[in-house]
């Protein structure tokens, strides 16, 4: 095989937010920032050289016309 390929990684943290005499105790989400490894398919080399890179296929704001919010970066190349 030959060519390019990225593994992506995003970590999410649970916190609880402590219940006030207005608001019950409630836990949130928050996601934190994703990490993309983008790789030569034969050697498994890093490929560090954003010409080489996939592409970005999708346009975040395309997505926020129904997402309120998204915990993503997109991959640059």
Same mark, same amino acid.
């Not at 593994?7 to 993309?36: C, F, H, M, N, W």
């Not at 034969?42 to 704001?61: H, L």
């Given at each position: 095989? %030959?060519? $390019?390929? @990225?593994? =992506? !990684?995003?970590? *999410? *943290?649970?916190?609880?937010?402590?219940? $006030? &005499?207005?608001?019950?105790? *409630?836990?949130?989400?928050? =996601?934190?920032?994703? @990490?993309?490894?983008?790789?030569? @398919?034969? %050697?498994?080399?890093?490929? %560090?050289?954003?010409?080489?890179?996939? *592409?970005?296929?999708?346009?975040? &704001?395309?997505? !926020?016309?129904?997402?309120?919010?998204?915990?993503? $970066?997109?991959? $640059?190349?």
């Amino acid at each position: 095989m %030959t060519g $390019t390929d @990225v593994i =992506g !990684l995003e970590g *999410r *943290r649970s916190y609880t937010i402590p219940a $006030t &005499d207005k608001y019950p105790a *409630r836990t949130v989400r928050v =996601g934190g920032k994703s @990490v993309q490894y983008f790789f030569d @398919v034969a %050697t498994g080399a890093a490929v %560090t050289d954003p010409a080489k890179q996939r *592409r970005v296929s999708v346009d975040n &704001d395309k997505c !926020l016309v129904c997402h309120g919010r998204l915990s993503l $970066t997109a991959a $640059t190349g």
